[in-house]
Nanobody, 115 residues
Framework: QVQLVESGGGLVQPGGSLRLSCAASGSFFEIRAMGWYRQAPGKQRELVASITDEDSTVYADSVKGRFTISRGNVKSTVYLQMNSLTPEDTAVYYC?????????WGQGTQVTVSS
């Protein structure tokens, strides 16, 4: 079992920045990849960015050049640096971890971009 705890969400003005953090515990050594998803009201959950245990990354087209996913020195932590935020980035952001047999989700953290 893997437990994920996100932090770092909040209210930010358009053009601002936030950094989300996700800490994994439990059987974190089984994790092969971690990622961030988001879900806006009335929309489906979508991939924002992901990173493998070999540091290979994938980004949604809508965030390329603005968001950066990275892993901490302790590989059980993943970050999402979000710059140049727009109201369209408003959503609940969820951390995800993939092991060989399971997917795990955090509880989500709200990001609101508004003036």
């Amino acid at each position: 079992q893997v437990q994920l705890v996100e932090s770092g969400g909040g209210l930010v003005q358009p053009g601002g920045s936030l950094r989300l953090s996700c800490a994994a515990s439990g059987s974190f050594f089984e994790i092969r990849a971690m990622g961030w998803y988001r879900q806006a009201p009335g929309k489906q959950r979508e991939l924002v960015a992901s990173i493998t245990d070999e540091d290979s990354t994938v980004y949604a087209d809508s965030v390329k050049g603005r968001f950066t996913i990275s892993r901490g020195n302790v590989k059980s932590t993943v970050y999402l640096q979000m710059n140049s935020l727009t109201p369209e980035d408003t959503a609940v952001y969820y951390c995800n971890a993939e092991t060989r047999f399971n997917y795990y989700w955090g509880q989500g953290t709200q990001v609101t971009v508004s003036s």
